[in-house]
């Protein structure tokens, strides 16, 4: 039986016995554990349910000051923590970081980031004294010791808080994933790019970045002006869809430029009517299809979240889409 119900039925235990007319005050307390102690440090698991009193959780760091995390992990049966021959490690989920944790599982089941990232080295590892307990300081090295975790630990999930907290993300905001994928490849290359190793300053490029451009054609003199431009990831419209095929036809549709938004020809040098258009190069090998899952309303003046469902294929076919110049075979993340 779960601890939290063998407290309950212990706390109620008394109504066997006890008729109604002859409840006490002593009895109300024993029920709802209004005078059980505060569980002292260690004794308990985060997130504690069993005592109202407890601290652990809930700002214990104002009453308890700095906490050994370990301490959590002595339960009385650590078989229970272990995880099975063959199966992933997890990620704890600290609140409001869940994309985090989906980007972690994302870039760690990318074995040529993973061996790159290993290879990274650390300009102040000649500091480091192998005597004492290893602590990750920059956010590659963050990074390094979580995937080590990831392949290596013997426990069914690991913590990603020091990550979390490096990144300024323990805020307990919900913040946008497109953009924290965006910063934080852009972060990645910027270290790899500062490795004495050169075969590793080009592997983000290699991995995630595509080529298309932005090519907008005069209607009345047919003169094509193409925009080149690089991509880490496409973020699709989810609205009005219902799979993942018309999100991304929808992507690369026909806008056409006329009245007050005419396109300036500079052939004609005039304002004229024009359809503009995306035309996709080269896919990465790794494409971030991203879902935009929220959207501005109008009515209250903030976001809000779209849960449509929207189905996809196994195997994404992006030959037959319209404007796509050379197709390339790659691995598809759709967050």
């Not at 809930?58 to 995390?69: K, M, N, R, S, Y």
């Not at 809000?304 to 929207?310: D, E, G, R, S």
Request: contains cysteine; neutral net charge; aromatic residues 10%.
């Amino acid at each position: 039986m779960a601890p939290r119900v063998q407290l309950e039925k212990a706390a109620w235990r008394w109504v066997e016995s006890v008729r109604p007319e002859d409840i006490q005050r002593e009895h109300i307390e024993i029920a709802y554990r209004i005078c059980v102690p505060a569980c002292k440090r260690g004794a308990c698991r985060r997130n504690c349910k069993g005592n109202p009193n407890c601290l652990v959780g809930i700002g214990e760091h104002a009453w308890l000051g700095e906490i050994d995390e370990n301490t959590f992990h002595n339960i009385d049966d650590p078989n229970s923590e272990r995880r099975d021959k063959n199966t992933f490690v997890g990620l704890t989920n600290l609140g409001a970081t869940c994309y985090v944790n989906t980007f972690l599982q994302v870039w760690f089941h990318n074995l040529e980031l993973r061996r790159t990232l290993y290879l990274c080295q650390n300009a102040r590892a000649e500091e480091h004294n192998m005597d004492s307990d290893y602590e990750p300081r920059s956010i590659c090295e963050h990074l390094q010791y979580l995937f080590a975790l990831l392949q290596n630990s013997n426990r069914r999930y690991i913590d990603p808080s020091g990550l979390v907290k490096a990144l300024g993300l323990d805020t307990g905001q919900q913040q946008d994933a497109q953009e924290f994928s965006k910063l934080f490849l852009s972060l990645l290359e910027d270290t790899l790019s500062k490795q004495k190793n050169p075969n590793l300053h080009n592997v983000i490029q290699q991995q995630f970045c595509g080529q298309m451009s932005y090519v907008t054609v005069c209607n009345q003199c047919g003169r094509a002006s193409p925009l080149p431009s690089r991509f880490y990831e496409l973020e699709l419209n989810i609205q009005g869809h219902k799979n993942l095929t018309e999100c991304v036809t929808e992507f690369l549709k026909e806008e056409k430029l006329d009245g007050d938004n005419r396109y300036f020809c500079e052939s004609c040098q005039s304002k004229q009517n024009a359809a503009r258009r995306i035309k996709l190069h080269s896919l990465p090998r790794v494409l971030n299809l991203q879902l935009m899952r929220f959207v501005f309303d109008r009515q209250t003046g903030h976001k809000k979240k779209l849960n449509t469902f929207i189905s996809f294929p196994e195997q994404l076919d992006m030959g037959p889409l319209p404007y796509f110049l050379h197709v390339t075979k790659c691995t598809v993340y759709i967050l």
